[in-house]
């Protein structure tokens, strides 16, 4: 799970386009995000299946780990059989991860972490109000590794008009920041940036995103994963003072530290190994 967790960038591909997968691991992404819900139409879904176990089974073994797939959502009809799906590629070791959409129960979570097996990491994408509100138990739930933000279905579910800079969002995204806080998860993933020629709206929209916390954001296009991954890389001012915070940290021997004159307690040194460990991950 260790990849996930420091994963910058998502990129989705459809499910039911089996060519594009292996393109979509080469393309750099942290995680590819297999989609069987919005990207494939209901007569495609069965197809959809199929497609996916054989176009795992061709990949390998070695990108297994950055393999997500996106099931329907629990009150749909496709969900069962996406789930038994998920449940054979990971007891085949071909599956790292699960992105449940319209997450929204604990139970779903919970019933889905019994599916996968203790090893596959399970994200739920926040996508509603009744969402937002059962956040603290979304987190909380079994194999839970980071919270996904899905901002454009979350407007239309709250009835929001938002403007260019998205600050009625704002509160939201504070919100899913400190729910991950609060349940030690990895920081939260962003949503997408829907036209992916606006390069300066997504490198805006990225920045925008790690400022207030979030540690990555879903793509729709290849070209938009270098864009991301530079907005969520620290820089090398960032990286140098990082390295500082763990040198003084461990010549100290647990007496009372200061760098550059600040000083030194758990949470800068709990950013400053997570620097670090970015730096060793740089997708």
Do not use: Y
């Not at 129960?105 to 399970?122: E, K, S, T």
């Not at 279905?153 to 009835?159: C, I, K, W, Y």
């Amino acid at each position: 799970m260790t990849t996930l967790a420091l994963a910058r960038t998502f990129l989705f591909v459809p499910g039911d386009r089996p060519e594009r997968h292996a393109r979509a691991l080469a393309s750099g992404a942290g995680a590819v995000v297999v989609d069987l819900e919005d990207a494939v139409a209901p007569e495609r879904k069965a197809a959809a299946r199929t497609q996916l176990d054989h176009s795992f089974a061709a990949l390998p073994s070695a990108a297994h780990g950055r393999l997500l797939v996106r099931i329907n959502a629990s009150d749909t009809p496709w969900h069962a059989e996406d789930v038994a799906l998920a449940g054979r590629l990971a007891a085949q070791r071909r599956l790292a991860g699960v992105l449940l959409p319209k997450a929204e129960r604990a139970g779903d979570l919970a019933a889905l972490a019994r599916a996968v097996g203790p090893d596959v990491a399970l994200l739920p994408l926040i996508e509603s109000v009744a969402g937002l509100d059962a956040l603290a138990a979304l987190a909380a739930a079994p194999q839970v590794l980071r919270l996904v933000f899905g901002h454009l279905d979350f407007q239309l579910d709250a009835g929001l008009a938002c403007g260019p800079d998205e600050a009625e969002l704002v509160p939201v995204r504070l919100a899913l920041l400190l729910a991950s806080r609060r349940a030690g998860l990895a920081p939260p993933v962003d949503g997408i940036t829907a036209d992916w020629r606006d390069t300066a709206r997504l490198a805006a929209e990225a920045a925008r995103a790690r400022r207030g916390g979030f540690g990555a954001k879903l793509c729709v296009h290849p070209e938009q994963v270098a864009v991301v991954q530079a907005a969520f890389t620290p820089s090398a001012d960032e990286r140098a003072w990082a390295r500082r915070v763990c040198e003084a940290v461990g010549a100290a021997g647990g007496s009372v530290v200061k760098v550059d004159g600040r000083m030194v307690d758990a949470p800068v040194v709990r950013l400053a190994e997570r620097l670090l460990a970015q730096e060793a991950h740089p997708a």
